[in-house]
């Protein structure tokens, strides 16, 4: 089980925007103001922010300018929030869900998640008052290198008769994770994100008639057997004739 997963139950079942910190301490820093995070440089947001909307295409220059003010005001916000918030915020507790200590990377998703609701509220209201649905997916995926196709994919290819009211839910759980992951700053704590909901995922499946150990395991030894053949197939190297 993934290192990330034993946090789950803990991290999963706050309030991704709360107003309060974790473990019942008050939160002392507030969101920043619009105005504090749009004087706040920062090139990276700035670059990425424009690299987004231009997969979207959008003919309207005036609302590409629009949403990627949207966008860079956000990572601005997100940036200014983590690094005010670190791990260290979240005391060295037991996780109530395993009895285990909890990790660093535990207790950075926790102290993150006290973020006030608003900077969320904001990046997702920007959005859709420029964007479609699928624009708005689009951005989201960007933010997220495209998790939710590449771990589906990874889902077909363990279970190849995956139903259709299965993938369903995987997929709800995945964007439930896409759209939760888009409050942190970088893809190690993204992914710790998407780990809570595949492991939501392997559960639903456990309870469905499924047993993900089994098909785990299956799917490794097929992979094994397939890259042993084509190293056993492979031409050998052309020997270099002494000089």
Not at 111 to 125: N, Q
Not at 151 to 174: F, M, Q, R
Request: net charge positive; with cysteine; glycine share 2%.
């Amino acid at each position: 089980m993934n290192k990330h997963i034993k946090a789950a139950a803990l991290v999963a079942g706050l309030s991704w925007w709360a107003t309060s910190a974790a473990f019942g301490q008050p939160t002392t820093s507030a969101a920043p103001s619009a105005s504090t995070v749009a004087q706040a440089a920062d090139p990276e947001a700035d670059k990425k922010a424009a690299e987004w909307v231009a997969t979207l295409q959008l003919p309207d220059a005036k609302k590409a300018a629009a949403v990627q003010q949207v966008i860079a005001t956000h990572l601005r916000a997100i940036r200014a929030y983590h690094n005010a918030h670190p791990y260290t915020e979240t005391p060295a507790c037991l996780n109530p869900a395993t009895g285990k200590p909890l990790s660093t990377m535990d207790r950075q998703l926790i102290a993150v998640s006290a973020m006030p609701k608003a900077i969320h509220d904001d990046l997702m209201s920007g959005l859709c008052q420029h964007l479609t649905p699928a624009q708005v997916e689009a951005v989201l995926d960007s933010y997220t290198i495209g998790k939710v196709a590449f771990t589906l994919n990874g889902y077909k290819s363990i279970v190849p008769d995956l139903t259709p009211t299965e993938e369903e839910v995987i997929v709800a759980n995945l964007k439930l994770a896409r759209e939760q992951a888009v409050d942190f700053k970088n893809m190690k704590e993204i992914s710790a994100v998407f780990e809570i909901y595949k492991d939501k995922n392997e559960a639903y499946l456990n309870t469905h008639g499924r047993n993900w150990r089994e098909l785990f395991k299956t799917y490794v030894a097929a992979a094994n057997a397939k890259k042993a053949a084509d190293k056993a197939n492979a031409p050998a190297a052309p020997k270099t004739p002494p000089k």
